[in-house]
């Protein structure tokens, strides 16, 4: 979707958001996968009421993206446009044990910074890529933790409200990959209450989660992580391999050689390609094992 009209470009740039017109969604994803639409980049995350009513007011859809991988985009010219926020300067600040962290700070980056301040927890999620702010609202987990049992308050835009609201930790509801924040909240920033821990002995939880990750996961190939969420008790990326369909391809997205349950971008794979790989993977777990695998990815206009 592309915003013409000369009026509201004029009141995006008071509202200090920058528009990018036509941009590539493949070029935004890990997946690498998208079409195209208008690019919302927010500096100031007071801007989004206003900004929000206009795009309202003015029948625009829009999404919102954090850092793109663990998203699959259809093709082509996207229905609504896209927001993203711009990352402030410090994006994280510490005081005591408490991380004030902005939702679209660098996850991996986040915990190193905090690591090097002797405070740990959150060293099995080193290696997952994206912002704080999807992490948070996916509640990412890896290697026995979550990033939810540390988040003490969120600050978030409730479309429900249209306002600004912070959240207490106890509000929230973190499950496995789930999370009681609303499909159209926005995160905006945390603040994480951390274990100290010197930093030598995060680096070696660091260390020994990456070796887990290198030795099981297609780390330099394109990818939105794992595709299903594992059934209760089970693991997809077991049964998919058990039923044989590694390296399973329809044009270039293809089940990982590697962890059945990532499906990689070996070329120029389209959304379409994606989306009926998937489909012929749960369908064929469906059969053979009676399970209804549920994505993991989140999809946007299939
Ligand atoms: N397995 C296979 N073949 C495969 C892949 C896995 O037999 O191709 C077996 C493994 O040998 C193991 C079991 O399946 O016995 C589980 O595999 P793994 O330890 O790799 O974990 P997973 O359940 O497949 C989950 C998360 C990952 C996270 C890892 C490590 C989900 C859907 N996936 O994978 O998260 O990194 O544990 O904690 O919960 C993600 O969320 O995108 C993601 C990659």
Known sequence: MRITDRGIVAQLAEMRVDLQAGASLAGLTSLGIGGTTDLLRIKKHESLPDLLSLLETNHMPYKFLGGGSNLLVGDGELPGVVLQLVRPEPDVVLDGNFAHVDAAADLGRMITFCAKNDLGGMEGLI???GTVGGAL?????????????YV???KLYRAASRGIEILRGHQI???YRHTSFAPDDMMLSVILELPSKPFKLILEGIRICNEKRR????????????????PPGSSAGRMIDELGLKGLSVGDARVSDRHANFF?????????DMLSLIADVRERVQRNYGVSLENEVVVWNA
């Open 215 to 230: 030795s099981s996961q297609p780390l330099g190939q394109k990818s939105a992580g794992c595709i299903f969420k594992n």
């Open 127 to 129: 290696g997952v890529p």
């Open 137 to 149: 609202r996916m509640n990412a987990g890896a290697y026995g933790m979550q990033i939810g049992s």
């Open 173 to 175: 509801s973190f499950e």
């Open 152 to 154: 003490r308050e969120v």
């Open 264 to 272: 990689v971008n070996a070329g120029r794979a389209s959304a379409k």
